[in-house]
T-cell receptor, first 115, second 111 residues
């Protein structure tokens, strides 16, 4: 158990809909990362937050957005969903940024299925 | 932006040493190299991290040549439980860069 929690574990929704994925980092960790894992794209970095501020952006679509709240939990919002958005979405956390961002602790993931 | 490639798969036997390479020709000065292990339906788990030369911990060693365009994860005396997918991750040095995962190497350890 990494100490990172993600809800829900599974999500099934239809094209065009909007969903919110939630992540609670390990106690004391200030950085939160979001990743998408699909069969054809592998593990893709989406976005990083540190202490409430956006820190780095990866291959995140404009239909996707995220935020980190004062209590450090984070939410990833996916809208206008398409079939290709079906994937495992992982959240990870780390104590800080910079060199410590390498040792990230991953949650169990949310499996999103868009039908 | 570093682009990282790895062999798709490797086979080994219990007790052998396994070396998995990652190519990252466009690595930036501030980028670190980190390796993760992933089992099916689980999140990746940290193995080791380095910047240059050699790093060793209780489970693995990481070799990084002077030009840092590649890295090699070494797993000594693998067991069946080491069957998993291994990823290298490049980036994170300043905390502002994109993080780029490698393509992943599926390691199968047989008795």
């Amino acid at each position: 158990d990494s100490g990172v929690t993600q809800t829900p574990k599974h999500l099934i929704t239809a094209t065009g809909q909007r969903v919110t994925l939630r992540c609670s980092p390990r106690s004391g960790d200030l950085s939160v990362y979001w990743y998408q894992q699909s069969l054809d794209q592998g593990l893709q970095f989406l976005i990083q937050y540190y202490n409430g501020e956006e820190r780095a952006k990866g291959n995140i679509l404009e239909r996707f957005s995220a935020q980190q709240f004062p209590d450090l939990h984070s939410e990833l919002n996916l809208s206008s969903l398409e079939l290709g958005d079906s994937a495992l979405y992982f959240c990870a956390s780390s104590p800080g940024v910079g060199t410590t961002s390498g040792e990230q602790y991953f949650g169990p993931g949310t499996r999103l299925t868009v039908t | 932006l570093a682009k990282t490639t790895q062999p798709i798969s490797m086979d080994s036997y219990e007790g052998q040493e396994v070396n998995i390479t990652c190519s990252h020709n466009n690595i930036a000065t501030n980028d670190y190299i980190t390796w993760y292990q992933q089992f099916p339906s689980q999140g990746p788990r940290f193995i080791i991290q380095g910047y240059k030369t050699k790093v060793t911990n209780e489970v693995a060693s990481l070799f990084i040549p002077a030009d840092r365009k590649s890295s090699t994860l070494s797993l000594p005396r693998v067991s069946l439980s080491d069957t998993a997918v291994y990823y290298c991750l490049v980036g994170g040095g300043t905390g502002f860069q994109k993080l780029v995962f490698g393509t992943g190497t599926r390691l199968l350890v047989s008795p």
